[in-house]
């Protein structure tokens, strides 16, 4: 007998009911969340750097998916690759026999990765980040692994460890034994590494929170000094890595870097298929699988699985062959130096900064007297509302979708599809103008949501 299942029809009968469903059996915070805020849209088809919505109206999407759809929604390569993995009905996940999709994969993810040599295949960029801390800590016999201030690497237990983010690991402990030093400081670094049991230093090229950048020179001479102590160095490239910063990797914007481990993920998947990989040294790989009695001592139940290979496949193909990293390159300094121009003539708007298409725009305390009571207000209430006050009309007036860089900041992070062009720079900046005008004219729908976001606020405490 034919089991018969139609997706199309069960969406059509019951996809209404979308945030009643999560309310009730998921999350019940992200619904309550997202009507808060008037994010609630109903959005019925994605494509590129776009989706919709049932009326036909498009909404500008910089946030990608917090970086997944690095080729947008819908790749066209991407969705004929996994048709073609399906089609083909691969005797896939057999583990016992060696498939080529992991084999094909690896070989040409290290092609774009001098220096490295092995690749382990994961589900998710925590699990690329598990890999990382466990391989460092068994091939140096040590079991502490330092990372920076605000750092984020995941939230499972051991990525946990490792995040900068109290508000993430309140509740939790106990966690692993790690340490925080502040991004740049190397003496900070080389007290640690004295005491004898560091592993490794895992540190993001560039911090997701609040898009900080490590200081120039800082990643290579920290590298020198973990050499030097016989420990590691793992960069977390899951959401800086594959073009993101307008380089392959971010850590290639400084000369003379060489991770022992980097942890990708995100773009990789292509939007559709989890996906995360380890990239290694040689020696690390052969120390952790050092026997034949060893062979799964590090593995995962769908880890290089066929459709997730493909999607990666994919991925690296349309990099390579639509010059995507050039266009994150090109597109990001153009829209960065477009919203750099904007801080000396808003009074409210702080800095712009970051590298190709992973932006940080932060808000900072104004200087004329109205304005000023104003952000106080905001701010004795709960960090960061303003920068929620941003991003609310941006979507509510002008469909665009950006996302606050972290709780308790004051800085929204672009992070758009990296096919994004100058007809999107120009949208956004537009945008963004309005609002800043209406911010600045101390009136209006943007301070009276102000005052309701501060209502709510004061409730929660």
Not at 363 to 389: E, I, N, Y
């Amino acid at each position: 007998m034919t089991t018969e299942f139609d997706l199309g029809a069960l969406l059509a009968e019951r996809g209404a009911e979308r945030y009643e469903l999560h309310g009730r059996y998921l999350n019940h915070q992200l619904p309550r969340m997202l009507h808060t805020i008037g994010f609630d849209k109903v959005y019925v088809r994605g494509e590129g750097a776009y989706f919709w919505d049932a009326d036909g109206n498009d909404y500008l999407d910089m946030l990608a998916g917090f970086g997944v759809m690095g080729l947008g929604r819908h790749h066209p390569v991407v969705r004929k690759a996994l048709h073609d993995v399906l089609d083909a009905q691969l005797a896939d996940l057999t583990r016992f026999d060696c498939q080529p999709l992991p084999g094909l994969l690896a070989e040409k993810l290290l092609a774009h990765s001098p220096h490295l040599d092995r690749v382990f295949f994961g589900n998710s960029g925590t699990e690329a980040v598990e890999t990382a801390l466990k391989f460092a800590r068994y091939a140096t016999g040590r079991p502490r692994v330092l990372y920076c201030d605000h750092a984020f690497h995941g939230l499972t237990t051991g990525a946990l460890s490792v995040n900068g983010e109290s508000g993430f690991r309140d509740g939790f402990a106990p966690l692993l034994a790690d340490t925080a030093v502040p991004l740049g400081d190397l003496d900070a670094l080389a007290g640690e590494l004295k005491k004898g049991d560091v592993a490794a230093l895992i540190v993001e090229p560039i911090q997701g929170k609040g898009v900080h950048e490590a200081p120039p020179g800082y990643l290579r001479a920290a590298q020198e000094l973990l050499h030097r102590h016989k420990a590691l160095l793992i960069a977390d490239e899951v959401q800086t890595g594959l073009g993101r910063t307008g380089d392959f990797y971010a850590y290639q914007h400084e000369d003379g870097v060489e991770p022992d481990l980097v942890c990708v993920a995100k773009a990789l998947s292509g939007g559709y298929v989890p996906v995360g990989a380890t990239l290694g040294k040689d020696w690390i790989f052969k120390k952790v699988y050092s026997s034949m009695d060893r062979v799964l001592v590090h593995s995962a139940s769908f880890g290089s699985n066929a459709q997730a290979m493909a999607a990666g496949l994919a991925v690296l193909s349309v990099l390579e062959n639509e010059q995507i990293v050039a266009n994150a390159r090109a597109t990001g300094d153009l829209l960065r130096s477009r919203l750099a121009a904007l801080v000396d003539k808003y009074e409210l708007l702080a800095d712009v900064r970051g590298r190709g298409l992973m932006i940080g725009i932060e808000f900072g305390r104004p200087t004329s007297l109205k304005l000023r009571s104003r952000w106080a207000l905001l701010q004795a209430a709960r960090k960061g509302l303003f920068a929620q006050m941003v991003v609310v009309p941006l979507l509510q007036r002008h469909r665009i979708l950006t996302q606050v860089s972290g709780d308790h900041l004051e800085v929204i992070k672009l992070i758009p599809p990296l096919t994004v062009g100058e007809r999107e720079a120009d949208r956004f900046v537009d945008a963004f103008t309005a609002v800043m005008d209406d911010a600045h004219s101390g009136g209006g729908l943007m301070w009276d949501f102000g005052r309701t976001l501060v209502k709510q606020a004061v409730a929660n405490r």
